[in-house]
């Protein structure tokens, strides 16, 4: 096997990814018709669609992270795969809804080998601003994928129907993983494995919990992530039911946002390794929370948001949250290279525990308007900001003494 070239990479860690993405945002112009088609008397019910492959993330991660650091990367991406083939094919063929969310679950789990792998594989091999250079790349074509995913999803809907998009889901996978067998060699030498114990379990979560830096960027990840899903999961009922979009339109729409946030991303690469990861993620966090709270102001005047409104705000957010995603992360993870598997599924897990409570909080909340969404931003994103800026503080002070 020829080594890998840097950008080929990125590419391929972009794309084991974009599985999770994919599996989301495909789906989402589908979420009214399969609300229908299962007989989901509540609208709002049917955002479990979304959350549970998140939930089903959370538990995977526990597993995946620890396995990958006793195995291998490249074991557990294979297995990742495996999952996700078997829960793809349940949610094709079920005709229960509650086995349909189960389907959806054992995705979650099946995409956390492929989401816990790639982060622990670019720890492997970099490190520092390097990193986050590398991850922002990754990001900036991961961005793809949401990009055209809802474009994809309403195509084959408009041609064959939803179910379609899970044999879609397939495909994507198998591809992903010839190419995985084929191109990418294992960065986890057998002499740099840890066995799979409880005690390493138990050491890699008090690393975690014991260090100042990761327990903040692990909290500002899931506070910001809890934001971001609570959108996606009211994204179909804000776009075609709240302001009477057509499917077509939200395809257009959502795909805008990604290459917003993927062109933010691609800012972040140049921008990193001259302003640093942490200015970024505070300022980047104020921003976000000061526009908010703005936009709160405007929905409380009684002035009536337009949907151009809606879009232009959502814009602004989309276009902060590129500069985001791929920092957050790597500063979490940067002062836990010596147990990277195990540590990132402990981040992973723990940040996607948190966010898909707040998101199923602000999901559950959806009453028409914005204003549940728009307050999640900007509580979260507030929040976020003090703790980072209580971080940086506090590093100062170790600094000094």
Same mark, same amino acid.
């Given at each position: 096997?020829?080594?890998?070239?840097?950008?080929?990479?990125?590419?391929?860690?972009?794309?084991?990814?974009?599985?999770?993405?994919?599996?989301?945002?495909?789906?989402?112009?589908?979420?009214?018709?399969?609300?229908?088609?299962?007989?989901?008397?509540?609208?709002?019910?049917?955002?479990?669609? @979304?959350?549970?492959?998140?939930?089903?993330?959370?538990?995977?991660?526990?597993?995946?992270?620890?396995?990958?650091?006793?195995?291998?990367?490249?074991?557990?991406?294979?297995?990742?795969?495996?999952?996700?083939?078997?829960?793809?094919?349940?949610?094709?063929?079920?005709?229960?809804?509650?086995?349909?969310?189960?389907?959806?679950?054992?995705?979650?789990?099946?995409?956390?080998?492929?989401?816990?792998?790639?982060?622990?594989?670019?720890?492997?091999?970099?490190?520092?601003?390097?990193?986050?250079?590398?991850?922002?790349?990754?990001?900036?074509?991961?961005?793809?994928?949401?990009?055209?995913?809802?474009?994809?999803?309403?195509?084959?809907?408009?041609?064959?129907?939803?179910?379609?998009?899970?044999?879609?889901?397939?495909?994507y996978a198998l591809v992903v993983g010839i190419w995985i067998a084929l191109r990418l060699e294992e960065t986890l030498l057998p002499e740099?494995?840890?066995?799979?114990?409880?005690?390493?379990?138990?050491?890699?979560?008090?690393?975690?919990?014991?260090?100042?830096?990761?327990?903040?960027?692990?909290?500002?990840?899931?506070?910001?992530?809890?934001?971001?899903?609570?959108?996606?999961?009211?994204?179909?009922?804000?776009?075609?039911?709240?302001?009477?979009?057509?499917?077509?339109?939200?395809?257009?729409?959502?795909?805008?946002?990604?290459?917003?946030?993927?062109?933010?991303?691609?800012?972040?690469?140049?921008?990193?390794?001259?302003?640093?990861?942490?200015?970024?993620?505070?300022?980047?966090?104020?921003?976000?929370?000061?526009?908010?709270?703005?936009?709160?102001?405007?929905?409380?005047?009684?002035?009536?948001?337009?949907?151009?409104?809606?879009?232009?705000?959502?814009?602004?957010?989309?276009?902060?949250?590129?500069?985001?995603?791929?920092?957050?992360?790597?500063?979490?993870?940067?002062?836990?290279?010596?147990?990277?598997?195990?540590?990132?599924?402990?981040?992973?897990?723990?940040?996607?525990?948190?966010?898909?409570?707040?998101?199923?909080?602000?999901?559950?909340?959806?009453?028409?308007?914005?204003?549940?969404?728009?307050?999640?931003?900007? @509580?979260?994103?507030?929040?976020?900001?003090?703790?980072?800026?209580?971080?940086?503080?506090?590093?100062?002070?170790?600094?000094?003494?």
């Amino acid at each position: 096997m020829s080594k890998i070239h840097s950008r080929e990479f990125a590419l391929l860690m972009a794309l084991l990814m974009s599985v999770v993405s994919f599996s989301i945002d495909a789906i989402l112009p589908a979420l009214g018709q399969i609300g229908r088609v299962f007989a989901v008397d509540n609208p709002n019910l049917v955002q479990w669609v @979304i959350t549970c492959i998140f939930a089903g993330m959370t538990l995977g991660q526990l597993i995946a992270g620890p396995l990958s650091d006793a195995i291998g990367r490249k074991r557990i991406l294979f297995s990742g795969i495996a999952i996700y083939f078997v829960g793809s094919l349940l949610c094709y063929l079920t005709l229960s809804f509650e086995l349909f969310l189960l389907g959806r679950f054992i995705q979650g789990v099946g995409v956390a080998g492929p989401y816990v792998a790639t982060i622990s594989v670019v720890r492997d091999k970099y490190s520092g601003n390097q990193m986050a250079k590398v991850m922002s790349l990754i990001m900036m074509v991961f961005m793809v994928a949401p990009a055209i995913a809802p474009a994809i999803g309403q195509v084959i809907i408009h041609f064959s129907g939803w179910r379609e998009i899970f044999l879609l889901y397939i495909a994507y996978a198998l591809v992903v993983g010839i190419w995985i067998a084929l191109r990418l060699e294992e960065t986890l030498l057998p002499e740099q494995r840890l066995p799979m114990q409880i005690k390493a379990f138990q050491s890699g979560f008090r690393e975690v919990v014991s260090n100042r830096t990761t327990m903040s960027y692990l909290l500002c990840t899931g506070l910001c992530f809890g934001g971001f899903i609570g959108y996606l999961g009211t994204s179909q009922q804000i776009f075609m039911q709240q302001f009477g979009q057509s499917g077509q339109t939200f395809s257009l729409c959502f795909a805008l946002l990604a290459a917003l946030m993927g062109v933010a991303s691609f800012v972040n690469s140049r921008l990193v390794a001259k302003i640093g990861m942490r200015p970024i993620c505070m300022y980047g966090m104020l921003c976000i929370a000061v526009l908010s709270f703005g936009f709160l102001l405007v929905q409380y005047s009684g002035i009536k948001i337009t949907f151009w409104m809606f879009l232009l705000y959502a814009s602004l957010l989309f276009s902060v949250f590129g500069c985001l995603f791929g920092n957050l992360n790597a500063i979490a993870m940067e002062p836990m290279g010596h147990v990277a598997g195990m540590a990132s599924a402990i981040i992973g897990a723990s940040a996607s525990m948190l966010s898909l409570i707040l998101a199923s909080v602000i999901g559950q909340l959806y009453d028409n308007t914005l204003v549940p969404m728009t307050w999640g931003f900007a @509580i979260l994103c507030g929040a976020s900001f003090l703790i980072m800026l209580s971080e940086k503080r506090w590093l100062l002070r170790l600094q000094a003494s």
